[in-house]
Every structure is written in structure tokens, then in C-alpha cells.
Nanobody, 121 residues
Framework: QVQLVESGGGLVQAGDSLRLSCAAS?????MGWFRQAPGKEREFVLG????????YYSDSVKGRFTISRDNAKNTLYLQMNSLKPEDTAVYYC?????????????????WGQGTQVTVSS
């Protein structure tokens, strides 16, 4: 069982940057960030392979968000730049049991509790 704890969310203005962290209780394989806005389904944002050598970005965040990981610290990061009001959501960290990047919620076995990101215009 792997426990995931996100941190770093908050209220920012459009155009600002924010970095989220996700601390894992143990070794993890492929990981990802999802987000869920009120009244919407959970949406895949970015994923990273076990080694960190492969990443996958949704079109909505390409060029603005970056995913990275530090396996020595069992920590996943999400760097968000040029934030927009439509980025407002609860952001979830997730861990898969697969080594390669995966993009759908059923492929992830473990989930964090989520952290709120609110971007004001």
C-alpha cells in the first residue's frame, strides 16, 4: 500500500506560477497528476514513467506545466506556470503499478487526497 500526500495548492492570480508536490510513502512506478473542477469529471493532466525518462502532457497544459520526480525522495512535482482561471480545480497525485506512463484513472492504483488550486482572473 502506497500513501500519497499532496501539498502546495493555494489561491493565485492569472499568470502566476505554483508548484505542487506529492510525497509517497514508498517506492512508486509510473505516476500522474489529475484534476477535477466542480461539476466535471476527473481529467488527466500529466504523467511520468517510473524512471522519469518519459512524460505525457494533455494538450490543455502543454508549454505551461511540467511534471518531474525525485525517486531518491519518493516525491513527484508539478510546476505550473502561466496559470489560467480554467486551471482552477482540485489536483490529485496518483501512482500506477505500471512502469510506463498511463493516462486513465483505472490504471492508477493509489490516489492522494487532493489539493485545491484556485486561479483568479
Amino acid at each position: 500500500q502506497v500513501q500519497l500526500v499532496e501539498s502546495g495548492g493555494g489561491l493565485v492570480q492569472a499568470g502566476d506560477s505554483l508548484r505542487l508536490s506529492c510525497a509517497a510513502s514508498g517506492r512508486t512506478f509510473a505516476m500522474g497528476w489529475f484534476r477535477q473542477a466542480p461539476g466535471k469529471e476527473r481529467e488527466f493532466v500529466l504523467g511520468i514513467s517510473r524512471s522519469g525518462g518519459s512524460t505525457y502532457y494533455s494538450d490543455s497544459v502543454k508549454g505551461r506545466f511540467t511534471i518531474s520526480r525525485d525517486n531518491a525522495k519518493n516525491t513527484l512535482y508539478l510546476q505550473m506556470n502561466s496559470l489560467k482561471p480554467e486551471d482552477t480545480a482540485v489536483y490529485y497525485c496518483a501512482a500506477s503499478k505500471r512502469g510506463a506512463v498511463v493516462t486513465t484513472p483505472p490504471e492508477y492504483a493509489y490516489w492522494g487526497q487532493g489539493t485545491q488550486v484556485t486561479v483568479s482572473s
